[in-house]
């Protein structure tokens, strides 16, 4: 793996690894809306649904709190010029 040496480069890997969880929750949710369509047009009942409903949505609150409670704060205290746009942030995940 490569060092990342740069105040610019670690906060584009940052920026990076939360647009790849969005994308992996999003597709997580996705999947579940699928196997949910489809069992209520006559398919078969998915057989976890109810551990992957609880285990998505625990995922997305631990998720969200971290962005709200760590890492959205430290982000507009470390670069205040964005701050309005870490407060944006917050709010549409809370």
Partial sequence: MDEI???????????????????????????LSDDVDAYLDGGAPPRTLEAHCLTFCAALERHHTGEDDDAFPALAERHPNWRPRWTGCARTTG
């Fill in 5 to 31: 040496d740069s105040p610019g480069e670690r906060f584009a890997a940052f920026g990076d690894q939360l647009v790849r969880v969005h994308g992996w929750l999003r597709a997580e949710l996705a999947r």
